[in-house]
């Protein structure tokens, strides 16, 4: 059975599941659609175009599928969606796609915290923490594991690769491969995330293996291009060297520096 305040408003046609609390003075528009179990606090807003999955919870204030804050947005009849289990603390805002995806989306597990803001067309996979004040600029992409500490600023249409740390107030204008610590001003890598890899299971093996293909891309001298070929032809193939690879090759920004104090 449904908790709906009749302090909030729910729009009759809005798609609510089983077990939706919706606090007083909260605002679901039409067109939307709530999972089993999601809980909307007081004073969240839920705009047309919103899917939040199952068990969520959205904090007061934070505001899900707002228009994008693109002048090349016409109106079109785009989405937000909010994965499973994925909290969205206070003052929190994703806003819904454009025409160049159609949709926004925040995967499964996922907590974004207050005063961060997704923007259109954004694409983050599941469990990935995105800190207080933190900023993603339209056409972000943001692979499973990944931590952006608090008030990063994202450049739009950067990429940031599965199980990296990035440290507070970083601003990327760069790819983050897989796998990496990010940090100091102007960005660099920094090592490898290896707390976070050891946390989620990974093997000493694993993570020396992808430690050394690192030392090739940031520590070997050699351009990117040539680092890859030489992980291509002397690391044993891995799921882990698959996804590294990858990411480069597919990289149109291009990946983040190294750091040249060594």
Do not use: W
Not at 102 to 130: P, R
Not at 231 to 243: A, G, H, N, T
């Amino acid at each position: 059975m449904n908790s709906i305040s009749n302090l909030a408003f729910v729009h009759p046609e809005a798609k609510l599941g089983d077990n939706v609390v919706v606090e007083a003075f909260a605002f679901v528009d039409q067109n939307t659609e709530i999972g089993d179990g999601t809980r909307i606090m007081s004073h969240a807003t839920v705009l047309y175009g919103s899917r939040i999955g199952k068990n969520c919870t959205i904090f007061p204030h934070a505001t899900i599928a707002g228009i994008p804050q693109d002048l090349k947005f016409q109106g079109e009849d785009t989405t937000a969606e909010i994965g499973d289990n994925t909290t969205v603390r206070e003052c929190a805002t994703v806003n819904r796609g454009t025409a160049s995806k159609g949709f926004t989306k925040v995967g499964k597990d996922c907590l974004l915290m207050a005063y961060s803001h997704v923007a259109h067309d954004c694409v983050l996979q599941n469990n990935i923490i995105i800190g207080n004040s933190t900023q993603l600029a339209g056409e972000v992409e943001i692979d499973d594991y990944a931590i952006l500490s608090g008030g990063t600023l994202v450049h739009q249409f950067s990429r940031i690769g599965a199980h990296t740390m990035i440290q507070g107030g970083s601003k990327i204008s760069k790819d983050i491969p897989p796998f990496v610590m990010v940090g100091r001003e102007p960005i660099v890598y920094v090592g490898l995330n290896v707390v976070g890899l050891r946390r989620r299971g990974y093997t000493s093996e694993k993570i020396n293996s992808i430690q050394e293909m690192y030392r090739f891309i940031y520590q070997s001298g050699l351009n990117v291009s040539q680092a890859t070929d030489k992980i291509d032809s002397e690391i044993p193939e891995s799921e882990e060297r698959k996804m590294i690879l990858d990411f480069i090759r597919l990289s149109s920004r291009g990946i983040v520096r190294g750091n040249m104090e060594g």
